[in-house]
């Protein structure tokens, strides 16, 4: 029996001491300020968790670390989501049999420390009294120390005492005046609190210069300015006599004191910037004071287009991008103002464009910008606007912002901007190239930006096209001259002078130039190639700002085709005779003939015998064939008139000559018979041919564009048409000369 109880004993113990427990539970520390941290240490075998509690407000699960059997909590007070009271931690051990529990607390308080008062102002010397406040929660506190600073520089405390709730104590102020910051720390237990205030130290005489009521003034204006006089704070009784005011080196005139209000007259000044000093005698010592003053300049103009219409404008003259001075045109175009004498950023925004000129010098202002805007034609640009621009003015920079209506342009990629660096306003016509500029085009605001350094004529629009009428020849022989006509003009119509036309065949070293007269037209001259083929001729015309044009024309060369023959006009032959006659062939182009035939008709064919075929002549070679003339002895005297005709590489020449048979009996002679002989006309070179033509067209035009100039483009034109007919009929005949079609 006593053995059983025993073990029943053993038993009941043994899981007594191993029951599940949570011991040792400390907390560090119990009382906490806001933004410390609180450990919490516990010893536990099972799963632990926590959580925290205060006044039925439940935050977020603890994060508890365990290592065996120990556990440790940190908690951090952090002053944006806690406050002052009692915090209660929950803390739960738990194992698969049996769970343990643990409620724990400590307090949080609140240090709060603040300068309720600090004399202000205080003057050099003087002695500063702060007043500071102190508390833990709601309850006052003694500090356990006080250290005061002076913008950071250690004070020494003369004085420190506690009066009720709060705590006093001085200090001396610096003998400099000034804006100072005073800053006090306080510490208190396990914590500490810094605190800042300003302090306005000052001189015990006080003389400022509080404001004028005018700053842009002009020589001999009146002008009211206040001041302060004080001794220690307190107001001092001025009078003339203890007042010099100057701008300056010149001295005003001081015409009335009343309080702490004087009035004085401006010296005479030239316009610029001043520095008004006031100087105020007391007691022995001299105080002064400072103001700027600007002598201002008149500034005036007009703005009014080319027929004298006013242009509303506004100008801006800004600094720092501050508005110093604004103004408008009145319904005549003018404007006038004052400034003083300075450099601006002057904006002038007008209806079409704005210009701003950065860094203008401006000593005066006298009309020194002009402003117009034109939509008139502008040679070589797709003309949308004008604008012409004059100015005087010294500046750094200069932009140019123009606007535009998106439905006067058509494609407002080619949208380019162009100068004439030297516009004539009477003409209104640039009297050097317009030259295309770099700008900045927003097509979301219809706005082109750019800049410039110095100004004239602008036009926003794109290079137009040039436009060549072209006459010449496609077809030419080795060494024949090769002669261009054409006219340029613009895609309105006008007619373009001073065009560069430059003219070159591909393939050789040839190249013609020459420049457009008044009325557009030109002419070039070319040597042929030395080698038969099609060659391209290539045409460019260029001028600024117009885009370069170029046209081609495919030339053919050939080989000129061409011979002669010699044979005499007359032929006698007796009845019975036989005689013997030489046709001479010369091969006068520039190939080989071959296979040539060689006839005679309109005569008998009985009373001539010859070779009717010549295989093969070489040029510059002269063939000569024999030609056997032989009539019989009944043959009826008479003449008749034969054709001799050379055929060969598709051309052919006649000879027409006399064929008589001579009556050798005592009868007159028969009137001839047959055929009449062809009278030959001299031949006329060709070229000679159309360099008379050539002289008298050019006489014609002359005369035409003298005598009728209102209705000079129908005259040029009637002119080239000539011209182009001329060349056509020129081109028949050629195309019969090498047998090739038209």
């Not at 009294?129 to 020494?156: C, E, H, I, R």
């Not at 030259?435 to 137009?464: P, W």
């Not at 001799?644 to 027409?656: A, F, L, Q, W």
Request: charged share 25%; net charge negative; aromatic share 10%.
């Amino acid at each position: 029996m006593r053995i059983v109880l025993i073990a029943l004993l053993f038993i009941l113990f043994s899981q007594a001491s191993l029951a599940l427990v949570i011991e040792n539970v400390t907390i560090e520390p119990s009382d906490a300020w806001l933004g410390e941290s609180v450990n919490i240490s516990f010893d536990c075998l099972g799963n632990v968790t926590a959580n925290m509690t205060r006044s039925n407000i439940f935050y977020q699960p603890l994060t508890v670390y365990k290592n065996d059997s120990n556990c440790f909590i940190e908690i951090y007070i952090d002053p944006s989501i806690y406050s002052m009271g009692n915090y209660n931690v929950s803390i739960k051990c738990s194992s698969p049999n049996e769970t343990a529990y643990n409620t724990s607390s400590f307090n949080v308080s609140k240090f709060t420390g603040y300068i309720k008062d600090i004399s202000n102002p205080v003057y050099i010397g003087d002695k500063v009294n702060v007043s500071y406040v102190a508390k833990k929660n709601n309850d006052p506190v003694d500090p356990y120390s006080f250290d005061v600073y002076l913008d950071g520089a250690p004070q020494t405390i003369e004085t420190l005492y506690r009066q009720g709730d709060d705590w006093f104590l001085t200090f001396t102020s610096p003998d400099t005046p000034g804006i100072y910051e005073v800053g006090i720390n306080v510490s208190y237990d396990r914590v500490s609190k810094f605190t800042t205030a300003d302090l306005d130290v000052r001189n015990d005489v006080e003389f400022h210069i509080l404001s004028v009521d005018k700053q842009w003034i002009n020589s001999g204006d009146t002008l009211t300015i206040k001041l302060k006089a004080l001794d220690k704070g307190n107001p001092i009784l001025m009078n003339k006599n203890k007042l010099n005011i100057s701008i300056g080196s010149a001295k005003a005139e001081i015409t009335s004191v009343s309080g702490d209000t004087v009035t004085i007259t401006a010296p005479s000044r030239s316009p610029g910037s001043y520095e008004m000093k006031a100087v105020f005698s007391y007691d022995g010592s001299l105080y002064n004071s400072t103001y700027q003053i600007y002598y201002i300049v008149p500034v005036s103009g007009r703005f009014v287009d080319l027929n004298g219409k006013a242009i509303n404008t506004k100008i801006k003259f800004m600094q720092a991008g501050e508005e110093k001075l604004s103004l408008a045109t009145d319904s005549s175009g003018s404007y006038s103002g004052s400034i003083p004498p300075d450099t601006y950023d002057l904006h002038l925004i007008f209806p079409e464009s704005t210009v701003i000129l950065e860094e203008a010098v401006v000593n005066e202002f006298d009309d020194p910008f002009k402003y117009y805007f034109l939509t008139a034609a502008t040679e070589g640009i797709i003309n949308y606007g004008l604008y012409v621009y004059e100015s005087d003015l010294s500046y750094s920079a200069a932009r140019i912002e123009i606007s535009y209506k998106e439905n006067d342009v058509n494609d407002e990629s080619d949208l380019s901007v162009f100068r004439c660096s030297n516009w004539n306003a009477g003409k209104k016509k640039c009297n050097t190239q317009w030259e295309e500029m770099s700008s900045d085009i927003d097509t979301v605001r219809n706005k082109v930006t750019l800049t410039t350094d110095s100004f004239s004529a602008f036009a926003l629009g794109k290079n137009d096209e040039i436009s060549l009428g072209i006459n010449v020849d496609r077809v030419f022989s080795l060494n024949e001259p090769i002669e261009i006509e054409g006219i340029a003009q613009d895609s309105p119509g006008n007619y373009l002078a001073n065009v560069t036309i430059t003219a070159r065949i591909i393939g050789t070293t040839e190249v013609e130039e020459t420049k457009t007269d008044d009325n557009g037209i030109f002419r070039l001259y070319f040597s042929t190639p030395s080698d038969p083929g099609n060659y391209t001729l290539l045409i460019r015309a260029n001028k600024q700002p117009f885009y370069e044009s170029e046209y081609s024309v495919i030339l053919e060369v050939l080989r000129e085709i061409g011979f002669k023959i010699e044979f005499p006009d007359t032929i006698k032959v007796e009845p019975g005779q036989e005689i013997k006659e030489s046709l001479r062939i010369s091969n006068t182009g520039q190939e080989e003939i071959r296979d040539m035939t060689i006839k005679i008709s309109d005569m008998d064919e009985e009373y001539f015998f010859l070779n009717p075929f010549l295989e093969l002549l070489r040029i510059d070679e002269t063939e000569v064939i024999e030609i056997t003339f032989s009539v019989p002895d009944d043959a009826v005297p008479g003449t008749v008139g034969a054709t001799m005709e050379v055929s060969g590489n598709g051309i052919s020449r006649k000879k027409v000559f006399g064929f008589t048979i001579v009556d050798t009996s005592d009868e007159e002679p028969q009137p001839p018979t047959g055929h009449l002989i062809d009278i030959t006309m001299p031949e006329i070179d060709e070229s000679i041919f159309y360099f008379i033509l050539y002289a008298i067209i050019i006489f014609s035009v002359a005369f035409l564009v003298k005598k009728k100039r209102k209705n000079k483009r129908i005259d040029i034109k009637n002119i080239l048409s000539d011209i182009k007919n001329h060349l056509k009929v020129k081109k028949t005949r050629k195309a019969e000369r090498y047998n090739i079609g038209s």
